[in-house]
């Protein structure tokens, strides 16, 4: 028996739980305890692990972005807020945006010293443009000065 057979029998559970509840379904849900009059957070309805089993299968089934009620088969885009936290529904991770690194074979040698002496091209500019806003932040000095900045306290 495969160990991942149990998680196929709860999807279609977890679908018609999604179908019931919608997002919230997806959301851990803040309850007062009767008992006690604490409040403490009750577990989503529908596990992460489980909503993005069937996210991937919708994928791949091509039927992401509309459920079918009926068929119970289907993920809905606004089920991926709930999912991924909302904040970073449709944005891009920036790892993503950069690069991977290259194979070792491809970062040579020479290509880390053309990187270097193009970086010291701008390093002058870049050192006498931060010296001069440090010496621009400074007060003047001077007995006078220094007196008026006491005075204005």
Partial sequence: MAPYAGALKRIP????????????????EKIVDPMSTLERWKKPVVSRRIAKDLRKRAIKNGTYGAYDSEKGIGWEKSWDEGLFGGKNVGKINWMEVRGFKDTKRERTRESRAQRVELLLETADDKIAEFRQKFRDSKPEGGVENDLKRRIKG
């Fill in 13 to 28: 559970s977890a679908l018609q739980k999604l179908h019931a509840k919608g997002l919230a379904a997806l959301l851990p």
